[in-house]
């Protein structure tokens, strides 16, 4: 299994970046797929996560919610994550991974996620 994110960049604060990962070697449609972020000295957080059909569950942690989008393509094996108003805070190195179908309430749980992309990293800066 092979997740390959790309996107990232720098950014000034209340703009737009578009993450995607590419998904191979693994039925995609069968994986819920999620993102989560690592900043600088902090431990790694969950971003979102959208479901295999990603129509029967979509989380946000509240840091993001109203601001980031998440949409999955199943045809093309991607996941995208849309980031809208950036913030300087959103800086953080940005992680795709899978994980086979799991309840809503345990989405964020970055253990219960079974592979991993390289990241990409996210700068948000003036």
């Known amino acids: 299994v092979q997740l390959q994110a790309s996107g990232g960049g720098l950014v000034q604060p209340g703009g737009s970046l578009r993450l995607s990962c590419a998904a191979s070697g693994l039925t995609f449609s069968r994986y819920t797929m999620g993102w989560f972020r690592q900043a600088p000295g902090k431990e790694r957080e969950f971003v979102a996560a959208i479901s295999g059909s990603g129509r029967s569950a979509i989380k946000y942690a509240d840091s993001v919610k109203g601001r980031f989008t998440i949409s999955r393509d199943n045809a093309k094996n991607t996941v995208s994550l849309q980031m809208n108003s950036l913030k300087l805070e959103d800086t953080a190195v940005y992680y795709c991974?899978?994980?086979?179908?799991?309840?809503?309430?345990?989405?964020?749980?970055?253990?219960?996620?079974?592979?991993w992309g390289q990241g990409t990293l996210v700068t948000v800066s003036s």
């Open positions: 991974a899978a994980r086979v179908s799991g309840s809503y309430g345990t989405l964020h749980f970055g253990y219960e996620y079974n592979y």
